[in-house]
Structures are given as structure tokens and as C-alpha cells.
């Protein structure tokens, strides 16, 4: 079994580079109203679960460009 210390480790290891993804899409794309403000603060109190949920749920509200043509 893994010990408390390669357990912290392994969640450091998965939630780093999430939070990482999370908070550069955000940065580049633009959401209606605070919600961008409001995912940034989600994702950086709640470094693991906001990065999930954001890739989950926040990708859906941002703002969609028209296709350049």
C-alpha cells in the first residue's frame, strides 16, 4: 500500500498540471459577465475539484467566436 507521503505526492503530481491547463484556457478565453473571475477563484481555492469541474462544466460557458471565413 502506498504511504501517506506517496499518496500526497501522487495527488500533487495529478493536480499541477490540471490546474495549470485550468487556469491557462481560462486566461485565454472569454466568459459572459464575472464568470471568468468566478472560475479563476474557483480554481485557485480549490486547485483539484475546480480544475475538474471547470474542464468539465466551465469549458461549456465560454464564450464562442465566429468562425473566421
Do not use: Q, T
Not at 466568459?31 to 480544475?51: A, H, R
Request: charge should be positive; avoid cysteine; aromatic fraction near 12%.
Amino acid at each position: 500500500m502506498f504511504s501517506l507521503m506517496e499518496l500526497f505526492i501522487i495527488l500533487v503530481l495529478i493536480s499541477l498540471p490540471l490546474f495549470l491547463i485550468a487556469l491557462i484556457d481560462i486566461l485565454k478565453h472569454d466568459f459572459p459577465g464575472n464568470d471568468k473571475l468566478v472560475w479563476i477563484l474557483v480554481v485557485i481555492f480549490f486547485p483539484l475539484v475546480g480544475s475538474i469541474l471547470y474542464l468539465i462544466i466551465g469549458k461549456k460557458a465560454r464564450i464562442k467566436k465566429p468562425a473566421a471565413g
